[in-house]
C-alpha cells in the first residue's frame, strides 16, 4: 500500500525558513518519480518543485533559488527545504510520487505536471506572515 505523510509545515515570518519531510512508503520499483505541490485557497494546485530517480530536478519559477528539493533513499523521505519564505508562499503543501518500472522507456522526468503522479499525501499547511 503506497503511502505518502507530509510534516514540517507550519506558521514563520516572511524571510524565516521551513523544511517540509514526506514520508514515503508502499513504493516498489526505484524508477520513480516525486514532487511538491501547493494550493492557496481559490487557487489551482501548482507544481512547485520535483525530483526524478536520476536526481534531476525541476523547480517552479516562483521558487527557484529559494526552494531546495532532495530525498534521503534512507530513510524513504522527500525533503522541501524552503527558504526565505514569502507571503505568497503560503499554501497548503503536497507531497506527490510516480513509478514506473519499465526501464525500457527511459527515465522518468521530473516534471510539475499534477496528472503525472499517482500516490498524494494530505499536506501540510504553511503559513507565511509578513
Known amino acids: 500500500q503506497e503511502q505518502l505523510v507530509e510534516s514540517g509545515g507550519g506558521s514563520v515570518q516572511a524571510g524565516e525558513s521551513l523544511r517540509l519531510s514526506c514520508a514515503v512508503s508502499g513504493l516498489t520499483s526505484t524508477r520513480t518519480r516525486m514532487a511538491w505541490f501547493r494550493q492557496a485557497p481559490g487557487q489551482q494546485r501548482e507544481g512547485v518543485a520535483s525530483i526524478n530517480h536520476y536526481i534531476s530536478t525541476t523547480y517552479a519559477r516562483s521558487v527557484k533559488g529559494r526552494f531546495t528539493i532532495s530525498q534521503d533513499n534512507a530513510k524513504n523521505t522527500l525533503l522541501l527545504q524552503m527558504d526565505d519564505l514569502k507571503l505568497e508562499d503560503t499554501a497548503m503543501y503536497y507531497c506527490?510520487?510516480?513509478?514506473?518500472?519499465?526501464?525500457?522507456?527511459?527515465?522518468?522526468?521530473?516534471?510539475?505536471?499534477?496528472?503525472?503522479?499517482?500516490?498524494w499525501g494530505q499536506g501540510t499547511q504553511v503559513t507565511v506572515s509578513a
Open positions: 506527490a510520487a510516480e513509478q514506473y518500472p519499465h526501464p525500457e522507456d527511459g527515465p522518468l522526468a521530473a516534471t510539475l505536471n499534477q496528472f503525472d503522479y499517482e500516490y
